[in-house]
């Protein structure tokens, strides 16, 4: 539904009222994770620098960057060092759901200038780059790799890593199964199984909103990346790229958004999974406050849209305690994890933190 049909009352929250909502969230997690080293066990045991957690932390950099409390890095530390500062599986690993951690070993990094927090990861690329596989052939892998590579960019200035993070980057948009990426439309297809003629109930496309909100949270990231460093014509030729498909991508996630202020899980087809959902939503807000801010966005079309998400996020979403409700579980489509409800705990809680974090810290910085 298009934005201008939305109608509310103007914004009054504070940066001090998102800061403490952030806080109480966040310390709803540490809390129920005390030891940052524990395994996960949903079915099964993994490692806690899974992707889901990985996740989290992204958002736990995000919160130190609004409210530097060392009680954040010594959560962070404790969890990297336990796993010696290396990507799930090894430094041997092409998987991009194991490099999402290195996102957070690399903030590290460029905090303290700690090798063991950089050393390994770079290994970790410059393998995959020597071998040319491990293509990213969902769009979630776009956000967990991405940024790992332009981060290595900004840290070292070779612009091997950002080369090849594009590389991957436009294969996905382009080439995998026709493109992922619909440029008329400004929506990502997840993967090769819902490109059509797979569509919806009705007939439309099949958009899943932390699909898109995945692919628009690791193009913010790039971009910033990107731009920490003077630009030559190769690197300028990425970013304008990337600045296309965000500015493409923020005008159709705006059509979507529900008169509440929150994104359906399907975003073009709300009779088919319609419904309150977080992650999506918190992902939106992290890009939609970031573009305004950097000037890539128009305020006057778009800050209204992010003082809804947050007040619908902090006031439906949030429970008194901290925990997040209207968090799809992990899957790949509208229909995973369904039904997504106020009350139900979803399989996995930190990567819905994490976005809320990523979300909540780019919307403080907006406000203030």
Known sequence: MAISALTGHAQTTTADDVLATARRVNAY??????????????????????????????????????????????????????????????????????QCCAQTYLDRYQMTGNNKMFARVRENLDLQMQRKVGWWTWVDAIQMAMPVYTKMYRITGDKRYANHAMKMYTWTRDTLAGGLFNEREGLWWRDKDYVPPYCEADGTNCYWSRGCGWAYAAIVKAMDDLSSRPMDRDIRRHYKQLRKDFRRMSRALLACQRTDGLWNPSLVCPANYGGKELTGTALFLYGMSWGIREGHLSAKRYRKACDRAWTAMANDCVHPNGFLGYVQGTGKEPA????????????????????FLLGAAEYYKLVK
């Open 29 to 98: 997690f540490t809390t129920k994770h005390p030891d940052p080293t524990t395994p996960t066990f949903v079915r099964r045991e993994r490692s806690s620098n899974l992707w889901t957690r990985a996740v989290y932390y992204e958002g736990l950099m995000a919160l130190y960057g609004i409210d530097p409390q060392e009680a954040y890095l010594d959560y962070t530390d404790q969890w990297g060092d336990f796993h010696q500062w290396t990507p799930r599986d090894g430094v041997r690993t092409m998987n991009a759901d194991n």
């Open 336 to 355: 995973s994890a369904q039904p997504v409800t106020y009350d139900r705990v979803p399989d996995f809680e930190d990567f819905g933190t994490g976005c």
